[in-house]
């Protein structure tokens, strides 16, 4: 089993929707956890993290983390064509210089 | 905010050459330098962690004679795919812990799409 699952897509949409990107992990250990958005050819960016369990917002952007479930979640709300890209959740069992360990990630398509 | 500059952006090598990727922090000093693998649909694989000024420490089932890692100076880190062939072909990755050292602020080079033909 891997420590990290995350549905590969392809996840199409159209402009403005709602989109839901999830990962579930079975490590117990993590309690740092981030997304990450990669454009083809591009090495990631990262876009949100938070520290155990909770939601934290930034303008359309909002990251879901539910420790008992081993669950994670980010919402994109009025997608964009522009947010056409890579999703990748990462999580670490502590910070500092830490291993990050990366989910699969999913691929979104925004259509006009 | 902090910048990973890495080069080259793409190569192509003829199999058995070597070939060397280049990561520079440009605006700050990155005593640690992750370099991540990555293969088609799969995801970014660690391949081992260097730190300036001491041997890099590689992942399980990474060979440190094939991939070479110097860590010559507080802003420049390289890696050095040693006679490649085919099989090792993929996209490299190299990231840093940004400033205070956390994992929230890693950021990450551009890639290096490398062919071997």
């Known amino acids: 089993q891997k420590e990290v699952e995350q549905d590969p897509g392809p996840l199409s949409v159209p402009e403005g929707a709602i989109v839901s990107l999830n990962c579930t992990y079975s490590n117990s250990a993590f309690q740092y956890f981030m997304w990450y958005r990669q454009y083809s050819r591009k090495g990631p960016e990262l876009l949100m993290y938070t520290y155990s369990s909770g939601n934290k917002e930034d303008g359309r952007f909002t990251a879901q983390v539910d420790k008992s479930s081993k669950y994670i979640s980010l919402f994109i709300r009025d997608s964009q064509p522009s947010d056409s890209a890579t999703y990748l959740c990462a999580m670490s069992a502590s910070g500092g210089y830490q291993k990050v360990t990366f989910g699969i990630g999913t691929k979104l398509q925004v259509i006009p | 905010g902090a910048v990973v500059s890495q080069h080259p952006s793409r190569v192509i090598c003829k199999s058995g050459t070597s070939v060397k990727i280049e990561c520079r922090s440009l605006?700050?000093?990155?005593?640690?330098m992750f370099w991540y693998r990555q293969f088609p649909k799969q995801s970014l694989m660690l391949m081992a962690t260097?730190?300036?000024?001491?041997?890099?420490?590689?992942e399980q089932g990474v060979e440190k004679d094939k991939f070479l890692i110097n860590h010559a100076s507080l802003t420049l880190s390289t890696l050095t795919v040693t006679s490649a062939h085919p099989e090792d072909s993929s996209f490299y990755i190299c990231?840093?812990?940004?400033?205070?050292?956390?994992?929230?602020?890693?950021?990450f080079g551009s890639g290096t799409r490398l062919t071997v033909v």
């Open positions: 990231s840093a812990p940004g400033v205070g050292g956390t994992a929230y602020g890693y950021t």
């Open positions: 605006d700050f000093q990155a005593t640690t």
């Open positions: 260097s730190n300036e000024g001491s041997k890099a420490t590689y």
